[in-house]
C-alpha cells in the first residue's frame, strides 16, 4: 500500500460531505436515499453536499429507472477516494499533533 500525502480539502471537510465520502469510500456504490438516510439530512441538502462533490469530480451520481422509478445512485470516483483518504490522513496528523509537512 503505498502511502498518502496528507492534504487538507474543503470541499471534503464540511461534516455532510465528509460523512457522505465516508459511506462511499466503504463500498462501490449506494443508494441516494441509503446516504440520505445515514447521514439524516433531507434530499435537498444531501443534493447540494452531493453536488459539490460531482462538481469536484469525487462523486459521481448515476440515474437509472427500475421497476417504473427513478433511482439515483451514488459512488466516490478515483479522485475522490484519493481527496477522501489524503484529508483523513491530515485530520489524523492533526489530531495527533505532529507537525506539518
Not at 433531507?42 to 460531482?54: A, G, I, N, Y
Request: hydrophobic content about 45%; charged content about 20%; glycine content about 6%.
Amino acid at each position: 500500500m503505498t502511502a498518502v500525502e496528507p492534504r487538507f480539502d474543503q470541499v471534503v471537510h464540511a461534516p455532510p460531505r465528509l460523512q457522505v465520502c465516508g459511506l462511499l469510500a466503504a463500498v462501490d456504490v449506494m443508494d441516494f436515499a441509503a446516504v440520505r438516510d445515514a447521514v439524516g439530512v433531507s434530499d435537498s441538502v444531501l443534493s447540494k453536499h452531493v453536488k459539490q462533490l460531482e462538481d469536484a469530480g469525487y462523486v459521481q451520481v448515476r440515474k437509472a429507472t427500475v421497476a417504473s422509478r427513478q433511482r439515483t445512485s451514488l459512488s466516490l470516483t478515483k479522485a475522490g477516494r484519493a481527496a477522501f483518504t489524503a484529508h483523513v490522513a491530515e485530520l489524523r496528523r492533526i489530531t495527533a499533533g505532529l507537525p506539518g509537512g
